[in-house]
């Protein structure tokens, strides 16, 4: 039987952002949908003692979560091997960040939605004041030796263009990027939105050479 290691957590429905693609259509709809402490702290509990080694929390947003920290803490402290992990938009002061690394955090990946201006209001319905903060926390977070990878959605017709400054950045910052497909339901969404991997190797292959591939298996 395979042994299940790799827990993701999804710890709430809210968000500061409404991306379009977005199943969850943003933090108004979901206000009261988030685990409660006392139930999330029993769950972990259990799984980590039935054998799960690895942890992502993710939403939503996670860091709207306001136990996060503690959770963190606490696995630390009682779970030293674990790995933990977040999956965050970045648009978060950066304080809750720091008290994620000095509880214990191992990492946190960071969803950018939008690198140009136009297009992040676009996609997100967010502020450029948000994307600035995005921006910022990706910095801090390699500065601090915490950041996992830059996760982007490419959109067919949205953010082509803005795509290759994507790339840039990612290249001149020494970054990893995790080029993500549109997830949708509808046929037709997907097949207007959607990137194939085929296609977007043709799309990098516009203007950059790549020099070597490796075949990735999800451990």
Known sequence: ????????????????????????EGIDKYKESSIKYDELKQCLQLLCDSGIRKIKFMGGEPTLYPELQ???AWLR?????????IISNG?????????????????????????????FSSVTRGSVNQLLQSLDNIKYLKSCGKLGKVNYVLLKGINEDEFYKVLEFINKEGLVLDVLNYLG???DEIEKYRYSFEEIVLLIN????ISHSIKYTNP
Request: charge should be positive.
């Open 91 to 119: 648009i978060v002061e950066r304080k809750i960040f720091e008290e994620y690394i000095a509880s214990g955090i191992d990492r946190i990946n960071i969803s950018m939605h939008g690198f140009d201006e136009k297009v």
């Open 185 to 187: 339901t509808k046929e």
């Open 1 to 24: 039987m395979h042994k299940i290691e790799y827990l993701r957590v999804i710890l709430t429905e809210k968000c500061n952002l409404k991306c379009f693609f977005c199943h969850k």
């Open 70 to 72: 503690k959770i963190i």
């Open 206 to 209: 516009k203007k950059y050479r």
């Open 77 to 85: 402290e009682d779970k030293k091997n674990l790995d933990l992990s």
